[in-house]
């Protein structure tokens, strides 16, 4: 199962908007409406930011959204604030209980 | 509250194999499916595999087929991942992670276990 494709960067200065894309298949991101979007701090374990493509978990703020469109998910981030800087990853069901990653996408607030 | 706590910190040697365990409290142990992911220094996450903790059920990612095993007791609420026939490749903070039967997003993640696999 081959990872999912992010860019490995994005970066935006305070209060701008970014879009990080998420890539995969129609095996896995195309083929099923559970893709999930992770924040992680530096040594940190992951944290839940978007789930079933496009829901919040309670506590995230709603300056975070998800959609989809065919094979690629994204994750929007508007009004960017300096603790939004982390890395970013996405993860999609691939079938058969398993699930599959992308790389990751470090954002940078200038 | 939810809290999954996995051992400390491993070192071994290329070739040997090294056994994690991940403790679960706050929850009913066999109404979560437990998957564990690993993340190589500086590099993205990947799946390993689940174990179904209500029977002991479990599918593994394909690349490790054959050096790895995830096995549960209900006693201890403890999962288990072992992986033989460690490499350099192997480094990595191993996480332990849960997710509700029907749904499919993780919710709750061990701390993490740095495995070192030195030559």
């Known amino acids: 199962q081959s990872a999912l494709t992010q860019p490995r960067s994005v970066s935006g200065s305070p209060g701008q908007s970014v879009t990080i894309s998420c890539t995969g298949t129609s095996s896995d991101v195309g083929g099923y409406n559970y893709v999930s979007w992770y924040q992680q701090h530096p040594g940190k374990a992951p944290k839940l930011m978007i789930y079933d493509v496009s829901k919040r978990p309670s506590g995230v703020p709603d300056r975070f959204s998800g959609s989809k469109s065919g094979n690629t998910a994204s994750l929007s981030i508007s009004g960017l604030q300096a603790e939004d800087e982390a890395d970013y990853f996405c993860c999609s069901y691939a079938g058969n209980y398993r699930r599959v990653f992308g790389g990751g996408t470090k954002l940078t607030v200038l | 509250q939810v809290q999954l706590v996995q051992s400390g910190a491993e070192v071994r040697k290329s070739g040997a194999s090294v056994k994690l365990s991940c403790k679960a409290s706050g929850y009913t142990f066999t109404s979560y499916y437990m998957h564990w992911v690993r993340q190589a220094p500086g590099q993205g996450l990947q799946w390993m595999g689940i174990i179904n903790p209500s029977g002991g059920s479990t599918t593994y990612e394909q690349k490790f087929q054959g050096r790895v095993t995830m096995t549960w007791d209900t006693s201890t609420s403890t999962v288990y991942l072992e992986l033989s026939s460690l490499s350099s490749e192997d480094t990595a903070v191993y996480y332990c992670?849960?997710?509700?039967?029907?749904?499919?997003?993780?919710?709750?993640w061990g701390q993490g276990t740095l495995v070192t696999v030195s030559s």
């Open positions: 992670t849960i997710v509700a039967a029907g749904l499919y997003y993780f919710n709750y």
